[in-house]
T-cell receptor, first 110, second 114 residues
Framework: AQRVTQPEKLLSVFKGAPVELKCNYSYSGSPELFWYVQYSRQRLQLLLRHISRESIKGFTADLNKGETSFHLKKPFAQEEDSAMYYCALSTHLGTYKYIFGTGTRLKVLA | EPEVTQTPSHQVTQMGQEVILRCVPISNHLYFYWYRQILGQKVEFLVSFYNNEISEKSEIFDDQFSVERPDGSNFTLKIRSTKLEDSAMYFC????????????FGQGTRLTVV
C-alpha cells in the first residue's frame, strides 16, 4: 500500500535550535518525494523535492531508500518557519497524484 | 508567477443542494486535480483529469461527484447532493506532469454543508 507517515502532529522548538520533521513512506516502486509548506491562511507551497537535492530557506531533505524516509531538516530554526509541513509522495504512474502525510505543525518559539 | 485560483473561497450550502467549485489551473499545465481536507485530517486525493477525461479517481469520488473542463481554462468540481460529511477544504491543483515537476495548489474553497 502507498502511505506517507508523519509521526509528529506538533513540533515546538526554540529559535536557533535544530529542526527535524520526520517523514516515512511506503511504496514498492520508485517514488518522488516532496515537502510542501502551508503558512497561516495561505496555499500549499512546494518547499523541496528530492530529485533536485536543493536547499530552500535553509531546509534540506535527503531520500533514504533503505529506511524509506525523507526527513526535513534545518540547523537553526527561525520564527518565520512556523507553519504546517506536509510530506507528499508522487507515484508517477500516469497521473502524478500525491499521497500526503497528515502534516506536522512546526512552532518556533522566541 | 502564475497561480492556480479557486472560487469561491468559502461556500455554505444546505444538505442535499448541488455545489460547483471552480478552479483556473495554470495555463500550460496538462494535469488537473482535486483534493480535499476534512478539518483535522490529511489532504486526500479525489480525482485527476488529463486530456479531457478522468485519469484516476479515489474511493471518495463516488457518483455524487463530477468534474469538467468546460472551456479550456476552468476546471470544476460538482457535488450533486451535498451531505454533511462533504464539509471540508477543497484544493485544486495542476501540474505539467513530467517527472521532477511539482503540483501547484490553489488557495482552497472551504465548503460548509449545514
Amino acid at each position: 500500500a502507498q502511505r506517507v507517515t508523519q509521526p509528529e502532529k506538533l513540533l515546538s522548538v526554540f529559535k536557533g535550535a535544530p529542526v527535524e520533521l520526520k517523514c516515512n513512506y511506503s511504496y514498492s516502486g520508485s517514488p518522488e518525494l516532496f515537502w510542501y509548506v502551508q503558512y497561516s491562511r495561505q496555499r500549499l507551497q512546494l518547499l523541496l523535492r528530492h530529485i533536485s537535492r536543493e536547499s530552500i530557506k535553509g531546509f534540506t531533505a535527503d531520500l533514504n531508500k533503505g529506511e524509506t524516509s525523507f526527513h526535513l531538516k534545518k540547523p537553526f530554526a527561525q520564527e518565520e518557519d512556523s507553519a504546517m509541513y506536509y510530506c507528499a509522495l508522487s507515484t508517477h504512474l500516469g497521473t502524478y497524484k500525491y499521497i500526503f502525510g497528515t502534516g506536522t505543525r512546526l512552532k518556533v518559539l522566541a | 508567477e502564475p497561480e492556480v485560483t479557486q472560487t469561491p473561497s468559502h461556500q455554505v450550502t444546505q444538505m442535499g443542494q448541488e455545489v460547483i467549485l471552480r478552479c483556473v489551473p495554470i495555463s500550460n499545465h496538462l494535469y488537473f486535480y482535486w483534493y480535499r481536507q476534512i478539518l483535522g485530517q490529511k489532504v486526500e486525493f479525489l480525482v485527476s483529469f488529463y486530456n479531457n477525461e478522468i485519469s484516476e479517481k479515489s474511493e471518495i469520488f463516488d457518483d455524487q461527484f463530477s468534474v469538467e473542463r468546460p472551456d479550456g481554462s476552468n476546471f470544476t468540481l460538482k457535488i450533486r447532493s451535498t451531505k454533511l460529511e462533504d464539509s471540508a477544504m477543497y484544493f485544486c491543483a495542476s501540474s505539467g506532469g513530467r517527472r521532477g515537476t511539482e503540483a501547484f495548489f490553489g488557495q482552497g474553497t472551504r465548503l460548509t454543508v449545514v
